[in-house]
Structures are given as structure tokens and as C-alpha cells.
């Protein structure tokens, strides 16, 4: 083992570099959550028993004596989660999609052995024949720019030497060794990076006012309780680049004077939560989390902490007072977390992804960076993009990209409900989770930054963006949002707690068809009192996806309160299924698909649907070949 | 007290143990403590208290303020069902639906009564590329259906019973 303090990043490096050099290929299977779910360790355990079976050499530890001759490894998400599992093949950087173990064989033999390709499992852009072999070529990386995801997705997260080889920690040296507190914060600051997490705060700001404050302890905290339904930027991260947190983690301790921290993530993410604690022990074990780090007089201890699955802690002050062990319930600001924080004492809270991005400020220094981006918002950001696209999954853009780059080139096209591509369909954007807002066609060729969202009404928020077709109903996701901040309401403010279970009873009227011309009237009187009665974010922003949805789509609304029709057929109260005789062929299949029996009629006669049972789940009405059964 | 009992009471003090009696990490605590019962037993929540030196209502207010804690026993299997905005708009209601209507069960009345299967929705487990979601237990299900979420209820419910 490595004593500590005298850590050598380039001996580590160079060792990494010659084993790395001694293989002949590699084998780097994405193990995010999407692929692990799709069967991703199925696939590896097929690779090491094929290997076996053919005495080919195929190694999971890189650094062991006799290394294989390829190299089996593991990667957080690559992004491309709709294509999953993925499995590519260095050097070549071929990208397999839609990996089964059944397919493992056919690798080995053509491409491993042979350097040929296995064409059925390259992908194909939708509806076109050319192989896309490797990411180069595939449209969805191919507008991306991967910066804070760059190493995501290819360095092995569980190993902290591959990412010392890759350069990191150098940037913490450089910082530990040879910059003082006060530089550091300027650097930042006049990167001109701002908070990721949603405000979009100028982190260096938030940075030099706890510096500013004078106390015997301080605090850095990383705020990875990434809540957002529709949002896993923060989790791609953890799981995929742990040691880029815990770098950027060690930068902002030493510009603010703070020698002790916590990495707060999510419950719900346990794969998250077992990568960072195994980044931090790595990182101790080599000496570089600890007393004297780097041989200076800097001393950094970090914890991992779990979240227990309460939305509200993303906000600081209710994440402080969990930390502390209680109930995670937001307080008054000022004072400020960077005057009095946890235990009173000054603390910066960064979100994962600023966080990360700091090392490759450091690196490349502010004047680099701001080449990236908007004027007013430099760098990157990660969006998760989901919902009626081709292709799910998680993108990184500079600001300043449009929605139509991001939606109808990155992500695919829109897709109708039978995952067709059809760009007509679109009907709205869903930006910044249960804060943010709806945007439209009329904004798809908008640059996107935290101004230009904000003079919108919607937000940058964590970066979910989650696309809806005409099939959606914009009243009922206004309502879903409504019923989640809802249940996620502390409970403190009255308003909070009262006023949105009220706005969601209205909604609710006008879903069912009990609304009349006061329901509109009152609900924008309660949004007003809501957003000016709550003490956090969460309470200020509630009403937005709703006032959002009602100026976007005020005829929708109206339909559904004057003439008590939802446009989209969504909401069950405001229609009824039926089977038009003359088109039903008496098929049966519907009668079999339907969950409740609720459909009856012989083979090859005309099926009804027994209004009274059936609970209007539309099952049948997608399964209908035939077009027979109507929403009315 | 029985043999399983006694065993766990000793897991229940080398938590406490392990962790110095440190109210500040109350939420550490009942997390591992859930692990060794499944729930947060009302007695033990009180001796917890007792033993951190703070009120049995701070520990019952911290065990209800978080989701991931539960006060009554859950069931073998636990179906988490996906309700986030990926998941919403593709259609996870109709899943749940389905679900609950199959088990006999709804929001409020949420495990089985023979102790089986524990139906809960989740905000986002995070896997929005595979909407809808479904996960039960530890097991990720992407781009459910109904139908098929129920296929996966009555394989289980087969294995139950030949286990009988």
C-alpha cells in the first residue's frame, strides 16, 4: 500500500498506461442502471464463460501480473439507454446495442478473433440501412458534447487508478500545492460557472462569501439528492465518474477553508450510493482524502450519507438539517448555509455535476471555458431526455443549444404512441421537473440557458426535459406535477401544504368535468398565494407547471371546463369506450387483453363493452387492430 | 423472547453501538435498523429514543417524514411501481391499475393480507429510458404493460405456492 502523503499521480499513471498498453483489446460493458436492468452482468458472465470455453484470455482485473490478453470492464451510463445493453470494443470502439447473451458468442468469434463486424447488432438510424459502427457516426453522440460526461461511460468507476491515469487528482494537486484559497475562488468565479442543481447560482460567488466568513470549521457538501421525476443527470454521474465529485469535492474545501464534507445521496439510488462509498475509501486508502494530503497541511474528510426518500431535502437548508439526523424541513434565509450551515457553522453545498465540472475548469483554466456555452451561461449541461422520443437516455450540450438540435436530431425525432417517429406529433416539452415548465413549438429554436428558460416561465431546474406528443393531455400533467409536490410538501408553510392539495382538487374538478368558469379564476389566485406564502423553492415554484400549462394551452383548459371534452382522450371521466359494430371482426383479442372481463361477444361477432365494469385503462383501444374501438 | 427475537435485539444494539448513541445519525440508524426488521417496530423506535437520549415523538417524527421508513411490516415481495414523468406519460396508471385490481389492493390498503406482495409507486427510480418501470424487490422490469406486470405477479404467485 502507498503510504500516505506521498502519493505519486504520475507513478500510479504510468503503471495504469503500461498494463493498459500490454492488452490487446478491451471490452467495456456499460453497467448504469438501464443496462444492468436490461441484463448487462448477464452478459458479462456469457463473455468470461464463452472465454473459457475457447481458451481466449479475458481478464477483469487489468493490473493483476498476468493480465489477459483483453480486458473486461465495466462503465457507468453511457447516455444511450434506450439501445441498452451496450458493449463496446477498444480499439476499434466498435458500439454494440441491444446485446444478449446469446449474441456474446458471434462477438468473440468475429470481432474479437477475427476484427469482423457483427452487422445485426450495429445501429441503424431509424428507418435508414447504414451501419453507424462506431459512436462517431451515430447522430446521438454525434451532436453531443461530452465534457463533464466525457470519462462516463468508458473509465471503469470502481477503479481509482484509471482515473488518476485519465489525469485526475492532478488538478486537486495543483490546487493543494500551489494556489491559495482566494485564487481559487476568482478562477471560478470568473469561469463564470453557475449551480447545476436548478438557480443557477455563480458558484464561485457562493464560493468566496464562505471563504469571507471566519470559523474554526467548515463544511462542503455535495448535494446528490437528485429528485426530479424524469431527471438522472447527478445518478449518471455517481455511478459512472465518482472520483470527478470527490476532486471538485477537495478543490472547493480548499477554497473555502472547510476540512470536512458529505456527499448526500438519493435512497433511491443504491448503485450510486455503493460507487461514491467505494470512490471515498479508494481515495482515502491512497492518501488523498485525509490529513496532509499531497504533503501539504490540507486535511479533508468525507462521509457518505444516504438519503431516506424525501423530494424536499434537494433543498440546502432542509439537506442541512437531515444531515443533522432530523426532520429534512427547509428554514428562513438569510442566514445563509454560507454564514450558517451545518451545525451552524459556514457551508457550501454544490450540486453532483458543478461539482465535477470544477477539476475540468481547473484544468483548463476560465478563459477556455467560457468558450463553451452562452455569454451569461458558460460550459455544459447534461439533460436527461425522455418520454415520447426515439431515443431516451442521458445527452450533455453546451447552453445555447436549441430544443429542435436536442430533440429532433440528438434524441431522434418525436415518436407517436406505437413508438413510430413522427416530428408532427410534437406537442410540448416538459423542462425542469415539478419546478419548471412547459415549452412549445414556438420555442424549439430558442437557445437554451438559465435567462432564456427563466424569461419563459420554465427553468433549467436539474435538466430533466421530458417530451410529450399530441396524445398527452396538458391538464392532467399539470395535475400529476400538482399530486407531487403535494405529497413531497413538508408541511411547513400553510400555503404550501394547503394551497397545493387545494390547486389539485381543482385540477382534479377539471379533469372530471365538475369545473365551471370560477375554477380558472381561483386557481390562478391560489397559485399567486402560494408562490409568495412559501418559505423554499419548493413551495415558490409549485405553481409553475400549471400557470405554465394554462398560458400554452388555454384552449385545452377550456375545453375541458366549458365544453367537458378532454382533446386528447385522457381523461376517463370526460369519455367513454366503445366498439363501432360495423368495423369490430369479433377477433376477440381485446376481450382476452382486457384486465377487468369487461368485453364479451362470440368469435367473429361484433364485442361490447360493459360500460359499468370497465375502468377505462384503454388497453383494448391500443390493442384494436382494426380501429374499432372509439373514445368518445 | 424468541431465538429470532434475541437476534435481533442484538443487531439492534450493535447499531447503536456502532454509531456511539450519536442522535445526528437518527437516520443512519433506523435505516439499518429497518434492515434487521423490515419496519420500524414501535417498541424499538422508543428504545432507540431512550437509548440516543432524545423524545420517542423526535424519532416517530423523523420515521414519519421519510418515505423509505416504514411503521407496519411489508410484504415478502415489494412492487415498486414507477410514477415518474417518463413513466406517467407512457402510461404507468394503467400498470398499477392492473396490479391492484389483480392483488385485491389500493392506496391506502397496501400489502396482501397473506403477507406476499406490498404495492408502492415511486417518483423516479431513475431508469426513464426503460419506461414504464417496475421493480420488484431489487429486480429493474423496463417497458412494462400491464400484461406483462401481471405475468410476472403470477409467476411468483407460482413459485409461492409450490414452496407450499
Redesign the interface.
Known amino acids: 500500500m502507498i503510504t500516505l502523503n506521498k502519493i505519486d499521480l504520475d507513478q500510479i499513471s504510468l503503471a495504469y498506461n503500461s498494463s493498459l498498453e500490454k492488452i490487446s483489446g478491451r471490452i467495456i460493458l456499460c453497467a448504469g442502471?438501464?443496462c444492468?436492468?436490461?441484463g448487462a452482468y448477464k452478459i458479462r458472465d456469457r463473455f468470461l464463460e464463452v472465454a473459457r470455453a475457447k481458451e481466449l484470455s479475458i481478464s477483469m482485473e487489468i493490473q493483476k501480473e498476468n493480465s489477459g490478453d483483453y480486458y473486461l470492464s465495466k462503465s457507468g451510463c453511457q447516455g444511450f439507454?434506450?439501445m441498452?445493453p451496450l458493449v463496446t470494443i477498444l480499439p476499434a470502439n466498435i458500439l454494440y446495442t441491444r446485446v444478449k447473451p446469446e449474441d456474446v458468442e458471434e462477438i468473440i468469434d468475429k470481432t474479437i478473433i477475427k476484427g469482423e463486424l457483427v452487422e445485426r447488432l450495429v445501429y441503424k438510424a431509424p428507418g435508414k440501412e447504414t451501419l453507424c459502427p462506431t459512436p462517431k457516426e451515430i447522430d446521438f453522440y454525434k451532436k453531443q458534447r461530452r465534457f463533464v460526461l466525457k470519462d462516463c461511460g468508458i473509465v471503469d468507476p470502481e477503479d481509482i487508478q484509471e482515473y488518476i491515469s485519465r489525469g485526475g487528482y492532478k488538478n486537486a494537486e495543483k490546487v493543494l500545492k500551489k494556489m491559495e484559497p482566494e485564487e481559487v475562488c476568482q478562477e471560478i468565479l470568473e469561469a463564470g460557472l453557475r449551480g447545476r442543481g436548478g438557480g443557477g447560482f455563480p458558484t464561485g460567488r457562493k464560493w468566496a462569501l464562505t471563504l469571507k466568513e471566519k470559523s474554526n470549521k467548515k463544511y462542503v457538501i455535495c448535494n446528490g439528492d437528485?429528485?426530479?421525476?424524469?431527471?438522472?443527470m447527478d445518478?449518471s454521474v455517481m455511478e459512472g465518474n465518482p472520483h470527478s465529485v470527490i476532486e471538485g469535492m477537495i478543490i472547493a474545501a480548499k477554497a473555502i477553508g472547510a476540512d470536512e464534507g458529505y456527499v448526500y445521496v438519493r435512497?433511491?439510488?443504491?448503485l450510486a450510493v455503493a460507487r461514491m462509498k467505494k470512490a471515498v475509501n479508494d481515495a482515502e486508502s491512497l492518501g488523498l482524502l485525509g490529513n496532509g494530503i499531497f504533503n501539504s497541511d490540507f486535511n479533508f474528510k468525507l462521509h457518505v450519507?444516504?438519503?431516506?426518500?424525501?423530494?424536499v431535502c434537494g433543498e440546502e437548508t432542509a439537506l442541512i438539517s437531515?444531515?443533522?439526523?432530523?426532520?429534512?424541513?427547509p428554514s428562513p434565509k438569510p442566514p445563509y448555509p454560507a454564514q450558517k450551515g451545518l451545525w451552524g457553522k459556514p457551508t457550501v453545498i454544490n450540486n453532483v455535476e458543478t461539482l465535477a465540472t470544477i477539476p475540468l475548469i481547473m484544468n483548463m483554466g476560465h478563459a477556455e471555458f467560457r468558450k463553451i456555452g452562452t455569454e451569461n451561461s458558460p460550459g455544459t449541461k447534461t439533460f436527461?431526455v425522455?418520454?415520447?422520443v426515439a431515443n431516451?437516455?442521458l445527452i450533455e450540450v453546451p447552453f445555447g443549444t436549441t430544443l429542435r438540435e436536442i430533440i429532433m436530431e440528438i434524441a431522434g425525432g418525436v415518436t407517436d404512441n406505437n413508438g413510430n417517429i413522427d416530428n408532427s406529433k410534437f406537442k410540448a416539452v416538459?423542462i425542469g421537473?415539478p419546478s419548471g415548465g412547459c415549452l412549445t413549438a414556438e420555442h424549439l429554436d430558442m437557445p437554451l440557458d438559465f435567462d432564456s428558460l427563466k424569461s419563459v416561465g420554465a427553468m433549467v431546474g436539474s435538466g430533466?426535459l421530458?417530451v410529450?406528443n399530441e396524445d398527452?393531455c396538458m391538464v392532467k400533467?399539470a395535475a400529476?406535477f400538482m399530486q407531487?409536490t403535494q405529497?413531497?410538501s413538508?408541511g411547513k408553510c400553510v400555503l404550501c401544504r394547503e394551497g397545493t392539495k387545494q390547486m389539485l382538487n381543482l385540477l382534479n374538478d377539471i379533469t372530471k368535468g365538475k369545473a365551471d368558469h370560477n375554477t380558472l379564476i381561483l386557481l390562478d389566485e391560489l397559485a399567486e398565494a402560494v408562490k409568495a406564502g412559501s418559505l423554499c423553492a419548493l413551495g415558490k415554484t409549485a405553481p409553475s407547471p400549471v400557470l405554465s400549462t394554462i398560458s400554452q394551452f388555454k384552449e385545452e383548459y377550456r375545453a375541458h371546463v366549458e365544453d367537458k371534452k378532454c382533446p386528447s382522450g385522457n381523461c376517463k371521466d370526460l369519455l367513454e369506450y366503445k366498439i363501432v359494430p360495423e368495423l369490430c371482426k369479433g377477433c376477440r383479442l381485446c376481450a382476452k387483453?382486457c384486465?377487468?372481463g369487461a368485453i364479451t361477444g362470440n368469435l367473429k361477432e361484433a364485442h361490447i363493452i360493459n360500460t359499468e365494469i370497465c375502468?377505462k385503462?384503454?388497453?383494448c383501444f391500443d390493442t384494436c387492430k382494426f380501429k374499432a374501438i372509439v373514445k368518445e | 423472547m424468541s431465538t429470532q427475537a434475541a437476534l435481533n435485539f442484538n443487531n439492534l444494539c450493535e447499531i447503536l453501538e456502532k454509531h456511539n448513541n450519536?442522535?445526528?445519525?437518527?437516520?443512519?440508524i433506523?435505516?439499518e435498523i429497518q434492515e434487521v426488521y423490515r419496519y420500524l417496530p414501535e417498541d424499538i423506535m422508543t428504545f432507540v429514543a431512550t437509548s440516543l437520549g432524545i423524545s420517542p415523538a423526535k424519532v416517530y417524527?423523523?420515521a414519519t417524514?421519510?418515505?423509505?421508513?416504514a411503521l407496519k411490516p411489508k410484504g415478502k415481495y415489494v412492487i415498486k411501481l414507477c410514477?415518474?414523468?417518463?413513466c406517467?406519460?407512457?402510461?404507468s396508471t394503467?400498470i398499477l391499475?392492473?396490479l391492484q385490481?389483480?392483488l385485491g389492493l389500493n392506496e391506502k390498503n397496501n400489502t396482501s393480507s397473506d403477507g406476499i406482495f406490498t404495492i408502492e409507486t415511486?417518483?423516479?427510480?431513475?431508469?426513464?429510458?426503460?419506461?414504464p418501470?417496475v421493480m420488484i424487490n431489487?429486480?429493474?422490469?423496463?417497458a412494462m404493460t400491464?400484461?406483462l406486470a401481471?405475468k410476472e405477479i403470477d409467476k411468483i404467485i407460482q413459485q409461492e405456492e409450490n414452496k407450499q
Open positions: 442502471t438501464a444492468v436492468a436490461n439507454c434506450q441498452g437528485e429528485g426530479d421525476p424524469g431527471a438522472f445518478r435512497a433511491e439510488y443504491p450519507m444516504e438519503g431516506a426518500g424525501a423530494f437531515s444531515i443533522e439526523g432530523k426532520r429534512g424541513m436527461a425522455t418520454g415520447h431516451t437516455g416538459q421537473g430533466g421530458v410529450m398527452t400533467i400529476y407531487f405529497n413531497e413538508c387483453k384486465p377487468s375502468t385503462c384503454g388497453i | 450519536d442522535p445526528a445519525k437518527l437516520i443512519t433506523l435505516q417524527g423523523v417524514f421519510y418515505s423509505h421508513f410514477d415518474g414523468t417518463a406517467h406519460v407512457k402510461k394503467a391499475e392492473a385490481t389483480r415511486v417518483s423516479c427510480l431513475g431508469a426513464c429510458g426503460l419506461a418501470v431489487e429486480e429493474v422490469h423496463g400491464p400484461e401481471l
